[in-house]
Nanobody, 122 residues
Framework: QVELVESGGGLVQAGGSLRLTCAAS????????IGWFRQAPGQGREGLAC????????NYADSVKGRFTISRDNVKNTVYLQMNNLKPEDTAVYYC???????????????WGQGTQVTVSS
């Protein structure tokens, strides 16, 4: 059974940090592009960060560039999103997916996680 499971969300004060984890089962992340996305209430889905299949190339949306870092551990079959200097506008449900895209859009990927809630208080 193919599954992506996000974890690591929670409540944090503005300026704080969180690290999200995307763990895969049923398939290997190695060699596949993996992206992190978020969706806030009443808004569309936003692509935030992408790590390419080569493991070294990363791309970020302007809204998170310099604050968020995506990385992967192929041994653990896991992708991470380190989020620093969090702001109240970062409050959303965060998802990982097997695919990449940046900015607001419609992302039609085969595999998505169930999401993890991040809430940033001011």
């Amino acid at each position: 059974q193919v599954e992506l499971v996000e974890s690591g969300g929670g409540l944090v004060q503005a300026g704080g940090s969180l690290r999200l984890t995307c763990a895969a089962s049923g398939f290997t992340l190695d060699g596949r592009p993996i992206g992190w996305f978020r969706q806030a209430p009443g808004q569309g889905r936003e692509g935030l960060a992408c790590i390419r299949g080569d493991g070294g190339t990363t791309n970020y949306a302007d809204s998170v560039k310099g604050r968020f870092t995506i990385s992967r551990d192929n041994v653990k079959n896991t992708v991470y999103l380190q989020m620093n200097n969090l702001k109240p506008e970062d409050t959303a449900v965060y998802y990982c997916a097997q695919g990449c895209g940046l900015g607001f859009g419609v992302f039609e990927f085969g595999y998505w996680g169930q999401g993890t809630q991040v809430t940033v208080s001011s």
